[in-house]
T-cell receptor, first 114, second 117 residues
Framework: KNQVEQSPQSLIILEGKNCTLQ??????????LRWYKQDTGRGPVSLTI?????NTKSNGRYTATLDADTKQSSLHITASQLSDSASYIC?????????????FGRGTQLTVWP | EADIYQTPRYLVIGTGKKITLECSQT?????MYWYQQDPGMELHLIHY???????EKGDLSSESTVSRIRTEHFPLTLESARPSHTSQYLC????????????????FGPGTRLTVL
């Protein structure tokens, strides 16, 4: 069972609308959580990173939240644009190894329609 | 935009061929990684390196091999490609954003889409 679960698997919204993507994880001991954006045929690009003590972080129209007690995170996209169409991947890092192992979710495929 | 490059971007080859996927970065990062990603699935770490002459296998077993002779270069080789190797291969490198290695930020290349017929 994947230790990082994302929902929904896919989402279609109209341009200008807001949306929220969810990430639940079981990774322990927790170190940090990242949200990446991956355009089709490209490598992931980091949007935000949050450590245990942070519960919200913004990057332009992207706002990520973290509840380390319930092991949940969300990524809120405001006033969506066509260029937001991509896969959004939740990545959780543990602190139980020297490498700082990363656990990847399968992503939420977001499509923004005009 | 990260300065990490992968070539080729797309490769279609026949079974049994030897291939090398190139990855290079100009950021001076010590750590480099190779991931395999199938459509709609999560990334799986197949190889990583802490620096020159350091290579380790990742979580997902892979028949590929890697080398790290120079800091900026981390090629991946398949001696005899098979259809089961068809996938997207992503290279990444990381710096140190704090004192803990687990907070390294990984920068990804654009990927190589490999198809083995």
């Amino acid at each position: 069972k994947n230790q990082v679960e994302q929902s929904p698997q896919s989402l279609i919204i109209l341009e200008g609308k807001n949306c929220t993507l969810q990430c639940n994880y079981t990774v322990s001991p927790f170190s940090n959580l990242r949200w990446y954006k991956q355009d089709t045929g490209r490598g992931p690009v980091s949007l935000t990173i949050m450590t245990f003590s942070e519960n919200t972080k913004s990057n332009g129209r992207y706002t990520a939240t973290l509840d380390a007690d319930t092991k949940q995170s969300s990524l809120h996209i405001t006033a969506s644009q066509l260029s937001d169409s991509a896969s959004y991947i939740c990545v959780v890092s543990d602190r139980g190894s020297t490498l700082g192992r990363l656990y990847f979710g399968r992503g939420t495929q977001l499509t923004v329609w005009p | 935009e990260a300065d990490i490059y992968q070539t080729p971007r797309y490769l279609v080859i026949g079974t049994g061929k030897k291939i090398t996927l190139e990855c290079s970065q100009t950021m001076g990062h010590d750590k480099m990684y190779w991931y395999q990603q199938d459509p709609g699935m999560e990334l799986h770490l197949i190889h990583y390196s802490y620096g020159v002459n350091s290579t380790e296998k990742g979580d997902l077993s892979s028949e590929s091999t890697v080398s790290r002779i120079r800091t900026e270069h981390f090629p991946l080789t398949l001696e005899s490609a098979r259809p089961s190797h068809t996938s997207q291969y992503l290279c990444a490198s990381s710096d140190r954003t704090s004192g803990s290695p687990s907070t390294d930020t990984q920068y990804f290349g654009p990927g190589t889409r490999l198809t083995v017929l």
